[in-house]
């Protein structure tokens, strides 16, 4: 991990995590297939975490996924897998640096979180896969919908919970990368910030936001890989 792109505290990678629930859930495959992935929502278990957690390590992810995917048969308890969460990322021109010679490159955010995953299994114990659902429902509608009432469905639920399998992630390791133009001097940086403040895209101003938080870093300007 380059040094200048280690997150400023760990509560960057938890707020990256919730606010990019989205993961990319990866495991390796059995008989020398290839690796499984599989895009899933994962939120953070709020058994466990009454109030969020400052840093990553030693919390546990709740997740489910269609029990017809050829991943969960795969899923095995106590098997470690990695799931990759993606927050902001924007392209950086070489025309934004003003100056020759320069080089493109791609500012970007991401959490790696490496765990030890066990099933649980909707047959024997089909009121905790609903519980896993709910749980996922309650986290979203408060952070990213209308805070739908789902008291009306939870029959409907138990009807399809069958198909859904559920699982924890006991978190091992968190390696995060906020590459964000730390290494350029500090008239470059600003340079691309106000840039991307100013852009039509969202992604680029989310980049701009994260970019502006940053504690200034004085780097070498050498490339230090994207």
């Known amino acids: 991990m380059p040094g200048p792109y280690r997150e400023p505290d760990a509560s960057w990678a938890v707020d990256l995590v919730r606010s990019c629930p989205l993961a990319v859930l990866m495991t390796n495959g059995s008989n020398n297939d290839v690796p499984f992935a599989t895009h899933l929502p994962l939120i953070l278990d709020p058994e466990t975490t009454e109030h969020t957690p400052a840093d990553l390590t030693d919390t546990t992810l709740?997740?489910?996924?269609?029990?017809?995917?050829?991943?969960?048969?795969s899923l095995e308890d106590g098997?470690?897998?990695?799931?990759?969460?993606?927050?902001?990322?924007?392209?950086?021109?070489p025309t934004v640096y003003?100056?020759?010679?320069?080089?493109p490159t791609w500012n970007f955010t991401s959490v790696h979180v490496h765990g030890v995953l066990s099933r649980l299994d909707p047959e024997a114990a089909a009121e905790r896969t609903l519980g896993v659902v709910q749980s996922t429902v309650r986290a979203f509608e408060a952070r990213f919908g209308d805070n739908w009432d789902m008291s009306s469905s939870v029959d409907y639920f138990r009807q399809i919970?069958?198909?859904?399998g559920a699982?924890?992630?006991?978190?091992?390791?968190?390696?995060?990368m906020?590459?964000?133009s730390q290494e350029q001097n500090p008239e470059i940086s600003d340079r691309v910030q106000q840039t991307f403040a100013r852009s039509s895209c969202t992604r680029h101003r989310d980049v701009a936001e994260l970019m502006s938080r940053l504690p200034q870093v004085v780097?070498?300007?050498?490339?230090?890989?994207?």
Request: charged share 20%.
């Open 62 to 73: 709740l997740g489910h996924m269609n029990r017809a995917n050829p991943h969960w048969r």
């Open 79 to 93: 098997m470690r897998v990695l799931a990759v969460f993606t927050g902001a990322h924007a392209y950086v021109s």
């Open 98 to 103: 003003a100056k020759t010679p320069a080089a």
């Open 161 to 164: 919970v069958s198909a859904v």
């Open 167 to 176: 699982f924890r992630i006991e978190v091992a390791r968190v390696d995060s």
């Open 178 to 180: 906020f590459k964000l």
């Open 219 to 226: 780097g070498t300007e050498e490339s230090t890989g994207a």
